[in-house]
């Protein structure tokens, strides 16, 4: 894959020595995969125990013959089909292994808030994690949070965010999902990976609302390790 147009943006050495474990393979998950392999990373791993359902077609990264497959195999020939990565599609609950260790760059794109904080757990007791990248989306908003797991008060501001289940705001099934957002999405996790790669600041957070065609971002907390 001949990537000259971006070298002057994002060195394609760092993107491939880069080993990327995306947790989810639906609304976000699933752009995500393709915009990281287009991109240049080459280390990636996805977890998804979930088949294709019809209605994730006009939402996620699938095709209408995928209906019925696992959407970590599906996945994988989709990038396939544009990228040269060996992408490793693990089909199955990632806390399903008791012996399962997360290290490198971990992106969370689940759509719970006890898997979320299922995922955390295993983050910040995983010494060899580098970096954290989680996701959430409703409706036309998206907000990306992007945090170093071993920055104190990085730490503290994300848990801050973390809540229950039946906490969230409950949209109505008709309104929960639009392929423009999770591409937005994508697109907004793709460049964290980039910044992380050719050591950038990364925003703490960002929220992306296509309701108010607006998006506002919170600088990394700044304190000392923990």
Sequence with gaps: MNTWRQQAIVDDAKLASLHVTLIGAGGI?????????????????VYDPDTVEDHNIPSQLYRLADIGKPKVDSLWEVVAAFANIALTPMGERFESQPSFHLSGLVISAVDSMATRQEIWRRVASSPDVEYYIEARMGSETGIVYALNPWEHEAVRAYEETLYEDSEALQLPCTARAIIYNVFGIAALIANAVKRLAMGQEIPFEVILDYATMSMMTKEVPNGQEP
């Excluded at 998950?29 to 791993?45: E, H, N, R, W």
């Design 29 to 45: 998950g699933s752009p995500t995969a393709l915009c990281l392999a287009k991109m240049g990373v080459q280390d990636l791993t």
